[in-house]
């Protein structure tokens, strides 16, 4: 569907964080010829309000006239945001040390509840999330490295704009962007995974780092580049259970609209991540982690995570 000339003022700075929740569970190599399902669902509370790095009572942010080209400062307050994906990851071995891979949100659920404040009045609305297929991200992983102890994995992906990115709020107006299935444009991600055993076979350590560089819509909106880390321990406890903690890191720039930078746009965020593994066969494998933030430092006032949890399952074929 194409921006018509009347369009009117969408809302756009509401933070997605629901792919801040690492788990690891596709960042293996694979043998030739062997595929891989991993099968994930997402949950992310978003609604704890933070001014900089210290909470606060309110959250104004702006809003977007995308058919003016300009931005409506202090547009509406933010409540609460909810995400929830189902998401798909495969991945199949080339060779081996070379594995493709690919992404698909399957179902991606936004539900934000915030107030508009237009002519001095205030109007609640919780229609403005969306549901749909998101973006399909299509890459390759590379195991420079492997040794009975050590594994260095680096990998690059092309994120394309497959899911729909021009949804209309309860006003007919196109929703902000962070709410959208999709972004509508085409990014670049860069990334590695190390990992040693320390104390073989029970315990691992691991490292890992991403950069993606997102492109602009044709909107002339372009959500901040994005600097991704991890650090973790996982310890087999015994039996089939694996267990795993790591510290996640997540920095993203401000969001650019026509070349501007947008307010109540980019943050910092630390979690600690706990989690379980269950290997339920020699193939199979059944998860949950629970991210718990430790640090929340973000741009003039936003909407942060306040919990969040994955669960799924990993198959080998």
Sequence with gaps: MGLGLGAAPGHATCGSTACFLSTLTQDGSLAKSAFRLDLSYRYVDQSRKRSGTSSTDEVLTPGVDFAAGELELDHHREIKTGFQLVQADLGYGLTGRLTLLASVPLVSIKHHEHVVIEDG???????????????????ARYAFLASPRDLLLTTAAVKLPTGAYRRLDTEGKITEPSLQPGTGSTDVIGGFVYSRQ?????????????????GTSD????????????????????????????????????????????PSTGS????????????????????????????QRVNEAQLTPRIGVVAGFSRQF
Excluded: C, M
């Design 198 to 214: 320390i104390l073989a076979p029970w315990t691992e350590i691991f490292l890992s780092a991403s950069y993606r560089h997102n």
């Design 268 to 295: 910092t965020l630390v979690n600690l991540t706990p989690g379980l593994r269950f290997q339920a066969s020699a193939s199979l494998s059944v998860y949950a982690f629970v991210p718990v933030p430790l640090y």
């Design 121 to 139: 009045t205030e109007r609640f609305s919780d229609g403005d999330g969306t549901i749909g297929v998101g973006d399909l991200q299509l890459g």
């Design 219 to 262: 909107l002339d909106y372009k959500l901040g580049d994005e600097t991704q880390a991890a650090a973790g321990i996982t310890r087999r406890l015994g039996g089939r259970w694996t267990g795993n903690v790591q510290l996640n890191l997540r920095h993203a720039r401000r969001d650019r609209f026509v070349g501007e930078d947008v």
